[in-house]
């Protein structure tokens, strides 16, 4: 849940300090590509932290070296989170994050179909999680220079 807040609150930040007249972020582009690099970073950091064993945990039986695919797709989403500022990586980048949440949906429905946790409280139920990578994904998309429009 951490990595929406940070999305929506970033976003919103990012747009505040672009009406207060820095221009850099006087654009709903650029805003929401900040915010999806730190949604990004946010959700990598609990790939390392406290919070590692419960990602661990969320990885559905039958996936092999469960404690690789966390660290993996950790490393992706800081890639990731690079790669979404950097104009000549951009496109691929946006790609790569769609697909990279795509594959890791199977870990959220088996958590929240499983109901388990992450740092002592509950993940979110099944519809509200779906919900929410269907945000993820929306906001990488829209972070993508296929959808910049300038003005």
């Not at 946010?42 to 559905?60: I, Q």
């Amino acid at each position: 849940m951490v990595p929406f807040i940070a999305l929506i609150l970033s976003f919103l930040l990012f747009r505040v300090v672009g009406f207060l007249g820095v221009t850099y972020w006087n654009d709903w582009h650029t805003s929401i590509q900040w915010a999806v690099s730190i949604m990004l970073l946010m959700g990598a950091s609990a790939h390392w932290g406290r919070r590692r064993s419960d990602l661990v945990r969320m990885v559905p039986p039958g996936f092999p070296q469960k404690e690789w695919i966390v660290t993996v797709t950790g490393i992706l989403e800081i890639a990731g989170a690079i790669g979404i500022l950097l104009p000549v990586f951009s496109p691929a980048a946006s790609v790569c994050l769609v697909l990279l949440l795509i594959a890791m949906l199977p870990a959220n429905i088996y958590a929240a179909r499983n109901k388990l946790t992450t740092g002592g409280k509950p993940v979110p139920k099944l519809p509200v999680r779906i919900g929410i990578q269907i945000i993820f994904i929306t906001a990488v998309l829209l972070a993508s220079p296929v959808f910049y429009l300038p003005g």
